[in-house]
């Protein structure tokens, strides 16, 4: 089926007399399918969902899954790692327009041949790029396991780390290397105004600054607390403080806040003086209606070409192998 009838059905019209959480379970249940969704889905999605977490554990739960359908609520390249893994299984995503900017500023071509310019190099890739990016990867990272795996290496090792330059600079700093880094960024963590997050502070003068690694060095500096979508909403619920400016994409909030539901969570705003919270537009292509239609329909699907599927799974396994001796 083309791309185009594939979207075509992820607009058809859901009846308003159904009751949308009742049909997606019946779904669901009838075809055997299991529904994942990330941290930065909105609360409804999360809530339907089997299991919600980042791109680590998503990975990971895809990769043992017993389900004949994996429904990835998230964005595409999230989709990809999935069917990478479970080659033999059906996946799905509510909407193939979901990309990732972060991904999307690191053409595959353009990234080979930036491996080529560095001979010698191992080379390290963010779970967020394209399974033709992670083909030509020695070993792929998460923000919850980049630094232990740049670690997992010798010092002297000569490492390309792609695409994020921001994490790339992060785990530079605190390991002390000094990867060649690609130049791509995360539009949502780009976005943060180090200026409204100071007077957010000025406002809530007992709340912590958490912080994606993702965001720019200043936001970085100020934080209390740096660390992947995973770590950010586990510190909120050990740390003994109540109040929380949270930098990273706000779909987490709902987490925390189910978590801690007498914490105060404030999402730190971006640049822009219109909006109060960081969303990241892809992720919120997603909504409940288009997770009905794609368990109905059993579209739209992810495929992945064979040799690249061949090459990407290498430095997944690598990432998923290492993760598991590391306890992560």
């Known amino acids: 089926m083309s791309t185009e009838q594939s979207i075509g059905y992820m607009n058809v019209p859901v009846p308003k007399d159904i009751n949308l959480p009742e049909e997606i379970n019946r779904l669901r249940k009838e075809k055997n399918a299991v529904i994942l969704a990330h941290y930065y889905q909105t609360g409804d999605i999360q809530d339907i969902a089997d299991f919600v977490g980042d791109s680590l554990a998503l990975a990971q739960w895809a990769a043992k899954t017993t389900a004949d359908i994996i429904v990835l609520c998230g964005v595409h390249f999230m989709g990809e790692t999935a069917k990478i893994l479970c080659p033999d299984k059906k996946v799905l995503v509510p909407d193939l327009n979901a990309g990732c900017s972060l991904a999307d500023s690191c053409p595959a071509p353009d990234f080979a041949e930036f491996v080529k310019q560095h001979p010698g190099h191992t080379v390290i890739s963010y779970v967020n790029t394209t399974a033709a990016v992670k083909a030509v990867t020695d070993v792929v990272v998460t923000s919850t396991n980049a630094r232990q795996i740049v670690e ?111 914490k105060l969570f404030i999402s730190a705003p971006p640049n822009d003086s219109t909006c109060a919270c960081n969303e990241c537009v892809f992720m919120r292509l997603n909504t409940m209606e288009k997770l009905y239609n794609c368990l109905k329909f059993e579209l739209p699907e992810i495929y992945v070409d064979e040799e690249v599927q061949k090459k990407a799974i290498q430095p997944i396994r690598r990432m998923l192998e290492i993760s598991e001796q590391l306890g992560l």
């Open 152 to 262: 997992s290496f010798p010092p002297e090792t000569k490492i390309i780390f792609g695409p994020d330059r921001n994490l790339g600079n992060y785990i530079n700093s605190i390991t002390g290397r000094d990867m060649i880094l690609w130049n791509g960024a995360c539009h949502v963590h780009e976005q943060f105004s180090l200026e409204k997050i100071l007077e957010l502070k000025f406002q809530y003068p007992d709340a912590e600054i958490i912080t994606h690694p993702e965001c720019k060095q200043p936001i970085i500096e100020v934080s209390d607390f740096v660390g992947s979508t995973a770590a950010l909403l586990k510190y909120t619920i050990t740390s003994d403080k109540n109040q929380f400016i949270v930098a990273t994409e706000s779909g987490v909030i709902h987490e925390m806040q189910k978590q801690s539901p007498d």
